[in-house]
């Protein structure tokens, strides 16, 4: 399946993404059947990218989503084994973002959906990645700059919190100690 974009498109067996595809302002993807399997690049331009409700959406790529518009997730679930950049955007909905093995969220942003670290690594660079709703880290979170803040819900740790220079205690590690006063 091959989108020229030129109109809304909805695909009712999913899409296999293992090339570059951009989805520019203005154009729509609608995805259910198999939905996303995404090996390639694929880059929110403006455009929007509606992910199956009712199968797996996987990212084994990259996943660019640009700070045109926030992409909401309707109810749906993505698993992230690739790379999920956030680019300063809202990633909002009913579904959920799991960060697999091999995963790696970086970027400032907002994370307003459910999620979960379960093994991968959340990299926070120079400024605020936000992650609203209590999440287990199972994975690494890895504040990687001294400007760097992960601001949010409360974080049940399983594994790793790691700042990258000399600090006092971190937003993420102040939030794990006072969560688990509670």
Do not use: Y
């Amino acid at each position: 399946w091959r989108p020229d974009l030129q109109e809304p498109k909805r695909s009712g067996n999913g899409m296999e993404n293992d090339a570059n595809l951009t989805i520019p302002s203005g154009r729509t993807i609608t995805l259910s059947g198999a939905g996303l399997d995404g090996a390639g690049t694929l880059t929110l331009a403006g455009g929007t990218l509606n992910l199956s409700t009712t199968s797996p959406n996987t990212n084994r790529g990259n996943f660019n989503i640009t700070n045109a518009i926030p992409f909401n997730l309707k109810g749906a679930s993505l698993v992230n084994t690739g790379t999920l950049n956030l680019n300063e955007v809202l990633l909002a909905g009913a579904g959920t973002l799991t960060n697999g093995p091999g995963g790696v969220v970086t970027g400032r942003g907002a994370i307003t959906a459910a999620f979960a670290n379960a093994g991968g690594t959340v990299v926070v660079g120079p400024g605020t990645t936000n992650i609203t709703q209590p999440f287990t880290n199972a994975g690494n979170l890895q504040l990687a700059d001294p400007a760097a803040n992960l601001a949010g819900g409360a974080i049940t740790n399983n594994r790793t919190i790691q700042a990258s220079a000399p600090r006092t205690r971190s937003s993420a590690q102040r939030r794990c100690l006072s969560s688990a006063k509670r």
